[in-house]
């Protein structure tokens, strides 16, 4: 990664900041986005206290505009964009972990971050890229977005807004490649598995409520999710998704393209 700019979208905590900090040790500089600016100066802080080089934007991937600014920021400080890592996602609208079934806002919010956002991200990197002929774009999608297993009382009806958001991420990075590979612009994505973040705390407190079966809190839900469905019986780190992300970033990784890496202990065969 020595002498490559990234930008990583809802870097600012879970596995967006634990893909900053691989990038950054790898010896990339790093542009850690996240709709809150406190947050992602909370980890460009630690990536600078690390001895590597960071900087924060407030970017919000609903908003063109707002991702135009944020790349010519980008491209003001470092020159360059070498790697795009849309990341940002939600799991619904308001009120989540109080509902059994999901409602308009929900397809609202995973459609306009989940699919949407990770379009916009591409769009506005995409100039730069194609001039310079050359570019890693590795979106973030999710096991959730493969062939449903049937009924799931882990995960509940509500989360189904969120699973198709993922699968349309998936079919995204698929026609991307398609597209910009005579760029020589590589489009892939990471497909975690069970990562405890913002999103399973949600999950995980909506199945407390519902399925109380389960597990008395969210983490108790996320740890028995790990063991019934994994075959390695062990959760992702946000370091995890990292490492993948830094593989199909780097020029080793030239020859991939179009593809959906499954990093989740065995939980999804594909």
């Not at 995890?240 to 499954?262: K, R």
């Amino acid at each position: 990664m020595e002498g490559k700019v990234a930008l990583v979208t809802g870097g600012g905590n879970g596995i967006g900041a634990g893909i900053c900090r691989v990038l950054a040790e790898r010896g990339a500089k790093v542009a850690v986005s996240d709709i809150s600016l406190e947050r992602a100066q909370s980890i460009s802080d630690e990536i600078a206290s690390a001895g590597g080089t960071a900087i924060p934007l407030s970017i919000d991937v609903t908003d063109v505009a707002s991702l135009n600014a944020g790349v010519s920021r980008v491209l003001e400080e470092f020159g360059q964009l070498d790697i795009c890592v849309p990341n940002a996602g939600v799991v619904g609208t308001r009120g989540f972990e109080t509902r059994s079934d999901f409602v308009d806002g929900d397809w609202d919010a995973t459609n306009s971050v989940n699919v949407r956002g990770l379009v916009n991200t591409a769009e506005a990197v995409l100039p730069h890229m194609r001039e310079r002929k050359y570019g890693k774009i590795i979106n973030i999608a999710s096991q959730g977005g493969r062939a449903p297993r049937g009924p799931d009382v882990v995960l509940g009806r509500q989360t189904i807004p969120y699973l198709v958001s993922k699968a349309a991420a998936i079919q995204w990075t698929h026609l991307l490649a398609q597209d910009v590979g005579k760029h020589s612009i590589n489009v892939n994505c990471v497909c975690p598995g069970t990562v405890w973040s913002d999103i399973w705390e949600s999950i995980g407190v909506n199945r407390s409520n519902f399925e109380p079966n389960l597990g008395a809190d969210a983490r108790a839900v996320f740890d028995a999710a790990t063991m019934m469905r994994h075959p390695l019986q062990l959760e992702q780190t946000p370091e995890d998704i990292g490492h993948s992300v830094a593989f199909l970033a780097s020029d080793e990784a030239s020859e991939i393209t179009g593809q959906a890496l499954n990093v989740n202990a065995g939980s999804v065969l594909s």
